[in-house]
């Protein structure tokens, strides 16, 4: 069990589960959920900039929603330092762009991240490294992991690897320590996140990652991800897809499942007016910088897409009714 946490973090309880010795399997952490059950959590993404391009004035934002829901942590959908992540575990711009924007009070709960394409073109062992999370203790970021958070398992997958034009790029530099060969870490991770999916008996099966797999906005959709995650999402019963990358904020249905598709990559620099046309069945679509809540219980979850004043743009609720057994 993991040291216990400052105050600001009384609710929060990290546990590393010494897992059995199957290579593929990934690690798995807890997050203990409120007394009634309930979860609440803020998803931003792509924000790392000094508090340039109304960063700053989202976190503003950000903080004040956190008080009303009642916030239990924040989920960070990758690209956290731009250009090119950090340099190593005493990079000033770590402060400059993350602990000197979010200090509102309820940000000050544990943040859940998975690193971006751009985290790559830094050290992106330092943004994992144990001695990050000693300085900065609400900052929790690996690869890949698993978050048990009592209604809710959620997923988080890195997916900068999977993406076939970063290592077709040769004007840019991508730390792939720990990733090389790379068909063999695709496919520990594509294991490991099957198996995990199969265990989960939570309510709720979230998988959170840094490229989107539907999206009508700048980067469109990820090809890979379609073919490789889709059949494992679907075959057991994922609710959503939450992601970052293109600088929107995104609402998309599954036309064949019920999996949703889930854009919050607004966290700072925004492409207003870039968008694709798509077949896809897109709910909602916003190319302006802001953030995304989630509060789920048993029976429901509630969805909510803030801008950059704080306007609630768009909301929506999933209903998952209660199974009764017959003996």
């Known amino acids: 069990m993991a040291s216990p946490s400052p105050p600001f973090h009384s609710a929060t309880i990290l546990?590393?589960?010494?897992?059995?010795?199957?290579?593929?399997?990934?690690?798995?952490?807890?997050?203990?959920?409120?007394?009634?059950?309930s979860l609440s959590?803020?998803?931003?993404?792509?924000?790392?900039?000094?508090?340039?391009?109304?960063?700053?004035?989202?976190?503003?934002?950000?903080?004040?929603?956190?008080?009303?829901?009642?916030?239990?942590?924040?989920?960070?959908?990758?690209?956290?330092f731009y250009n090119s992540g950090i340099k190593g575990v005493n990079d000033p711009i770590f402060v400059q762009s993350f602990s000197n924007i979010y200090t509102a009070k309820s940000l000050r709960k544990q943040w859940y991240s998975v690193l971006?394409?751009?985290?790559y073109r830094g050290n992106a062992l330092a943004q994992i490294s144990p001695i990050l999370r000693k300085i900065y203790r609400r900052w929790f970021c690996l690869k890949s992991y698993i978050l048990n958070?009592?209604?809710?398992?959620?997923?988080?997958?890195?997916?900068?690897?999977?993406?076939?034009?970063?290592?077709?790029?040769?004007?840019?530099?991508?730390?792939?320590?720990?990733?090389l060969p790379r068909e063999k870490y695709l496919k520990n991770l594509l294991k490991g996140l099957e198996e995990g999916l199969e265990k989960s008996s939570a309510r709720w099966k979230i998988v959170v990652g840094h490229h989107a797999i539907r999206s009508i906005g700048h980067h469109g959709d990820?090809?890979?991800?379609?073919?490789?995650?889709?059949?494992?999402?679907?075959?057991?019963?994922?609710?959503?897809?939450?992601?970052?990358?293109d600088h929107c904020l995104q609402h998309i249905s599954s036309i064949n499942s019920s999996l949703l598709y889930l854009t919050s990559g607004a966290g700072s620099k925004a492409w207003r007016?870039?968008?694709?046309?798509s077949h896809?069945?897109?709910?909602?679509?916003?190319?302006?910088?802001?953030?995304?809540?989630?509060k789920m219980t048993e029976t429901y979850a509630n969805f909510a897409f803030y801008n950059v004043f704080g306007d609630k743009i768009h909301h929506w609720k999933v209903t998952k009714p209660m199974m009764h057994f017959v003996s």
């Not at 809710?152 to 530099?173: C, E, G, L, W």
């Not at 007016?273 to 046309?277: A, F, P, S």
């Open 280 to 294: 896809a069945d897109v709910k909602f679509f916003y190319d302006g910088q802001g953030f995304m809540s989630v």
């Open 15 to 37: 546990c590393i589960y010494f897992l059995l010795p199957v290579f593929a399997e990934l690690q798995r952490f807890q997050h203990q959920p409120k007394h009634d059950g």
């Open 41 to 80: 959590f803020l998803v931003v993404g792509d924000w790392g900039r000094k508090g340039q391009y109304n960063q700053s004035l989202v976190a503003t934002q950000m903080g004040k929603i956190g008080e009303t829901v009642d916030l239990d942590f924040v989920v960070s959908t990758g690209d956290n």
């Open 116 to 119: 971006g394409n751009h985290d």
């Open 273 to 277: 007016g870039d968008v694709k046309e």
């Open 149 to 179: 958070a009592g209604v809710a398992d959620i997923f988080f997958i890195d997916t900068t690897p999977f993406i076939n034009k970063y290592f077709n790029n040769s004007n840019r530099h991508y730390d792939w320590r720990g990733v």
């Open 222 to 245: 990820s090809v890979e991800l379609a073919n490789l995650l889709v059949p494992l999402l679907k075959a057991n019963n994922v609710d959503m897809y939450m992601n970052g990358h």
